[in-house]
């Protein structure tokens, strides 16, 4: 079955960088488009971004267009999620979603907390 497990979440400050990872297993990866999509305390899932399959376009949300950046190395069957200039208003739980917009099936998710 479908096994999405997501890592590289922590505590940084506000402008630092991380890089999420989500490993997938159970399907085939590469013929799959990928998503990010995240939960801050309180409230609803949000969109965060899209890879589309095997051609690589990407999408982003407003919110992180120019600080996010999704990728994925079908040979490794992960996906990924750069970081940067990361904001308080970024905190939330991240989970990556087998295809766009989230609504596949997930992973557990990795916390990102951004706080001074």
């Known amino acids: 079955q479908v096994r999405l497990v997501e890592s590289g979440g922590g505590l940084v400050q506000p402008g630092g960088s991380l890089r999420l990872s989500c490993i997938a297993s159970?399907?085939?990866?590469?013929?799959?488009?990928m998503s990010w999509v995240r939960q801050a305390p309180g409230k609803g899932l949000e969109w965060v971004s899209d890879?589309?399959?095997?051609?690589?376009?990407?999408a982003y949300a407003e919110s992180v267009k120019g600080r996010f950046t999704i990728s994925r190395d079908n040979a490794k069957n992960t996906l990924y999620l750069q970081m940067n200039s990361l904001k308080l208003e970024d905190t939330a739980v991240y989970y990556c979603?087998?295809?766009?917009?989230?609504?596949?099936?997930r992973g557990q998710g990795t916390q990102v907390t951004v706080s001074s």
């Open positions: 979603a087998k295809g766009v917009n989230g609504n596949g099936p």
């Open positions: 159970g399907f085939t990866f590469s013929s799959y488009s």
């Open positions: 890879i589309i399959g095997g051609a690589g376009v990407t």
